[in-house]
C-alpha cells in the first residue's frame, strides 16, 4: 500500500487526530519497504474556544527563556520572539496563567515527537483561547530539540488553528532522516517552529522511551475507534511552565553539563639514589 493509500485509510479512522495532515518521511530506496507514517502533531478540536489573550502584539524580547517542570525532570526553553512572535506570544500568556500546570503529554511516539499541553490525566481536553496565526514560514527548522505549535489539519482552514498544544521534536524532522515538517503538509500550512530545548533534552528522551498505549476518549468512552493513542501508560505531567532570566536558564545547562575531569596527580618526586658504598 502507497504512503497515499496508509494516509487516506488512517484519515478515516475515527480516532483522535482525524484530519490532520500527515508528516510524511522522504522517499524510501524501492528496494526499502516504506516506513508507517505517523500523523503530524494534532491539536484537536479547542473544548472552549475564548477570546485571544496574547495574539495581539509580539513579546517584547527577542529571546525568551521558559523552564518545563515536569514529572521526569526540568526542560530549559529558548524561544525565538523575534522570528515567532505571536506564537511566542500565545505559549506565555497559556504559562502565565497555568493553563499548563496539571496537563500530560498526552501523545508520545519515540521517534518522532512527544505532545502535550492540553490534556488533564483523564484525557479531557482544556478550555483554550481563540487560535494563532501560523507562523510556519519562519525559517526555523525542525531540528531534533526543537519545539513547535501542534494545530489541527486537513484542509486550508484548519492550517490558523493552533492553540495551546505543542510538540517538541525528538529528530531532525526535517527531511534529513524520516520524516519532514519543514515542508508544507496537504492543507498547505507547515507547524510553527518558536524554540529550541537548551537543557534538559535527557528528559525528553526520558518522555520518548516511556511505554505508551491506547486509552479511552471520554465522549465515546465504550468506543475503541475513539480511543486516544500513543498515550503513556504512566502519566507524564506537566507540573508548570515559567518564565525566568537567562541567568536562571544557564544555570539548568551547568547542572546538566558533565564535570570536568580532574586534573591528574602529580607525581611524586623519585627518591634520592643512595650513595655509592665507599
Request: aromatic share 6%.
Amino acid at each position: 500500500m502507497s504512503i497515499r493509500s496508509t494516509l487516506v485509510c488512517t484519515a478515516l479512522a475515527l480516532t483522535f487526530f482525524a484530519g490532520l495532515a500527515a508528516a510524511q518521511p522522504g522517499t524510501a530506496p524501492a528496494t526499502t519497504p516504506a516506513p508507517t507514517v505517523p500523523k503530524a502533531p494534532d491539536a484537536g478540536k479547542p473544548a472552549d474556544v475564548k477570546a485571544p489573550e496574547a495574539t495581539k502584539a509580539a513579546a517584547t524580547e527577542s529571546l525568551v527563556y521558559m523552564i518545563l517542570s515536569t514529572s521526569e525532570g526540568d526542560i530549559a526553553l529558548e524561544l525565538d520572539a523575534a522570528k515567532a512572535p505571536i506564537t511566542v506570544a500565545n505559549f506565555m500568556a497559556y504559562a502565565e496563567k497555568g493553563h499548563y500546570d496539571g496537563t500530560i503529554y498526552h501523545r508520545v511516539i519515540k521517534d518522532f515527537m512527544i505532545q502535550g499541553g492540553g490534556f488533564a490525566p483523564d484525557m479531557s481536553e482544556k478550555p483554550t483561547n481563540a487560535p494563532i496565526k501560523n507562523e510556519f514560514t519562519n525559517k526555523l527548522s525542525h531540528k531534533r530539540g526543537t519545539i513547535a505549535m501542534a494545530r489541527k489539519g486537513g484542509s486550508p482552514a484548519a492550517v490558523d488553528s493552533a492553540t495551546s498544544q505543542f510538540f517538541i521534536n525528538v529528530d531532525n524532522n526535517d527531511g534529513s532522516v524520516k520524516y519532514n515538517l519543514d515542508r508544507p503538509q496537504s492543507d498547505g500550512g507547515g507547524y510553527a517552529v518558536f524554540g529550541k530545548v537548551i537543557a534538559g533534552m535527557e528528559v525528553v528522551d526520558k518522555i520518548r522511551m516511556t511505554t505508551t498505549g491506547s486509552a479511552p476518549n471520554p465522549a465515546a468512552p465504550t468506543n475503541p475507534r475513539a480511543a486516544f493513542t500513543d498515550v503513556p501508560v504512566q502519566p507524564v505531567t506537566i507540573n508548570s511552565v515559567k518564565k525566568v532570566s537567562k541567568a536562571d536558564a544557564e544555570k539548568l545547562i551547568n547542572a546538566a553539563a558533565p564535570a570536568a575531569p580532574a586534573a591528574p596527580a602529580v607525581p611524586a618526586p623519585a627518591p634520592a639514589s643512595p650513595a655509592a658504598p665507599k
